[in-house]
């Protein structure tokens, strides 16, 4: 056999493993580097949790992958389990939530649950003035009535969830604007609250498409907290009757 043939076959072979030298580690160190972001990303929810003295939240079960976070254990309230979704959306690094907390029983009676719900609806004024049939089946709770403004409607939600015991709302709250407001207006508000950097403004590549009082949104925002933050702004704007919410969340 000629030596040189045996030498051609064999010198590709420290170039090929200088290859293989390099990029190895690069991609374990990239592995290492996802599993370490998640890991504090993590830690940072266990921090923000614990420090929240008014939740009722027991046997955490916490998984965060890729930024994309799964909660489970129980809380008092299907409105705990709103507001420990809202509290992890906004920590940094979080591109999603897969809420699987469940809401513990209480054995509270429907009287009960229904007449704290009133109460709690009365003590704001503009529900004074538009009163809201509040029924109680079990632990769910059903809102019935109109109102003028879609945040209207969502915050009477957030109320009556966070009433210890319920585990569901049902909101038939009808939006009906006191006025006539054009899809235009309604639009050039919305970009208006939601563009403006001195106020909002996070979210990227913004669109806003409006019929009647129907919304859509679209874009891209850092964290789910944005996106949650991006809805409420719309819903507040005079002559909205509901939102739909397509902003993605994408991984910084």
Known sequence: MNRNDGWS????????????????????????????????????????LSGQVSLHLESLELDVRDGAVRLAGSVASVGERAIIERLVGGLSGVTGITNDLSVRPTGRSEQAIADEVRRLLERRVRFKKSPID??????????????ERAIDRLD???????????????????????????????RERILSALGNPLTFGVIRDLEVVVDGGAVELRGVAVRDADRTQAERLALGVNGVISVKNLITVARP
Do not use: F, M, Y
């Not at 089946?137 to 019935?144: A, I, K, Q």
């Not at 210890?164 to 235009?184: D, E, F, K, W």
């Open 9 to 48: 076959r064999w010198r590709g072979w420290p170039a090929a493993l200088v290859l293989l030298a390099v990029c190895l580690p690069a991609g374990i160190g990239l592995l290492h580097a996802d599993a370490a972001s998640d890991e504090r990303i993590k830690q940072r929810i266990k921090n923000k």
């Open 134 to 147: 509040v029924t109680a089946s079990g632990s769910d709770v059903t809102l019935d009535g109109t109102i």
């Open 156 to 186: 009477a939600e957030v109320i009556a969830g966070g009433v210890t015991g319920v585990t569901r709302v049902i909101n038939n709250l009808q939006v009906v604007p006191s006025g006539q407001t054009s899809p235009q207006t309604i």
